[in-house]
């Protein structure tokens, strides 16, 4: 018998808007450090990611900034809609994402979140803000590439 698909598989929030706005680098995964209230809206209602980011503070840990978990009516206590949530990461990754930022003048944009195993976790990306020109410059591309399909998908039939 299949096994049925569990709403963990699925995404939570996808940020769509990223991959146009920025050169997407390596990606990360990190856990996050929820509330129960959290959690519950995160199942039900979803969160929303476009705005979010991640700051890395002088201690030495990581927050996701700017990414909006809702309130439920009937919860029986809340939670800020956003604020800060700390990340879960291993020393070595806070390492390696420091120096990219320091040295490279990189930012750290959130992907997506999911559930991967009932744990809330978002993904992120080193990533490079782009011009305008830059934006173009992918939007010539992406046309490009839908015409050349179109055009093997009329040539097959």
Same mark, same amino acid.
């Given at each position: 018998?299949?096994?049925?698909?569990?709403?963990?598989?699925?995404?939570?929030?996808?940020?769509? $808007?990223?991959?146009?706005?920025?050169?997407?680098?390596?990606?990360?995964?990190?856990?996050?450090?929820?509330?129960?209230?959290?959690?519950?809206?995160?199942?039900?209602?979803?969160?929303?990611?476009?705005?979010?980011?991640?700051?890395?503070?002088?201690?030495?840990?990581?927050?996701?900034?700017?990414?909006?978990?809702?309130?439920?009516?009937?919860?029986?206590?809340?939670?800020?809609?956003?604020?800060?949530?700390?990340?879960?990461?291993?020393?070595?990754?806070?390492?390696?994402? $420091?120096?990219?930022?320091?040295?490279?003048?990189?930012?750290?944009?959130?992907?997506?979140?999911?559930?991967?195993?009932?744990?809330?976790?978002?993904?992120?990306?080193?990533?490079?803000?782009?011009?305008?020109?830059?934006?173009?410059?992918?939007?010539?591309?992406?046309?490009?590439?839908?015409?050349?399909?179109?055009?093997?998908?009329?040539?097959?039939?």
């Amino acid at each position: 018998m299949a096994k049925a698909k569990t709403k963990d598989s699925a995404n939570v929030a996808v940020n769509r $808007r990223a991959g146009f706005d920025y050169d997407l680098g390596d990606r990360y995964e990190a856990g996050l450090s929820l509330i129960g209230s959290e959690v519950r809206s995160l199942r039900v209602q979803g969160a929303d990611v476009s705005a979010a980011w991640v700051d890395l503070d002088p201690r030495g840990e990581a927050w996701v900034r700017d990414m909006r978990i809702p309130h439920l009516n009937h919860a029986a206590f809340g939670h800020a809609e956003t604020r800060a949530r700390k990340l879960l990461l291993h020393r070595a990754e806070l390492d390696t994402l $420091r120096g990219a930022i320091e040295r490279d003048g990189m930012t750290l944009i959130v992907t997506r979140c999911y559930f991967k195993d009932g744990r809330a976790k978002i993904e992120f990306a080193l990533a490079r803000g782009r011009k305008k020109v830059d934006k173009r410059g992918a939007i010539r591309e992406r046309e490009t590439e839908r015409e050349a399909r179109q055009a093997m998908r009329r040539g097959r039939g």
